[in-house]
Nanobody
Framework: QVQLVESGGGLVQPGGSLRLSCAASGSIFSVNTMGWYRQAPGKQRELVARITRSGSTNYADSVKGRFTISRDNAKNTLYLQMNSLKPEDTAVYYC???????????WGQGTQVTVSS
């Protein structure tokens, strides 16, 4: 059974930092490129960062230089370090396996990130 459990969100002021975590089933984590998506109110869900099994990364232009994706294959855990946060980063953040740029599995509950003064 596929399980994706996101955590680490919260309320932060502009310029602040947060670190998100995603605990994934070992069966999906070990064989897949993993990614972080986000969905802001009234907008479509978008892929903001992804990382291959070997550690190669790719970022959306909107977060490049501010966000860092990483993974711990031994712990089946995905991370997203978010620095220099902006109000436009406010969204629910989700993790998923990524295949050809698309999510492979159903969604977890996500974790809310709110950037506001």
């Amino acid at each position: 059974q596929v399980q994706l459990v996101e955590s680490g969100g919260g309320l932060v002021q502009p310029g602040g930092s947060l670190r998100l975590s995603c605990a994934a089933s070992g069966s999906i984590f070990s064989v897949n490129t993993m990614g972080w998506y986000r969905q802001a109110p009234g907008k479509q869900r978008e892929l903001v960062a992804r990382i291959t099994r070997s550690g190669s990364t790719n970022y959306a232009d909107s977060v490049k230089g501010r966000f860092t994706i990483s993974r711990d294959n031994a712990k089946n855990t995905l991370y997203l370090q978010m620095n220099s946060l902006k109000p436009e980063d406010t969204a629910v953040y989700y993790c998923n396996a990524v295949v050809m740029g698309r999510p492979r599995y159903g969604w977890g509950q996500g974790t809310q990130v709110t950037v506001s003064s």
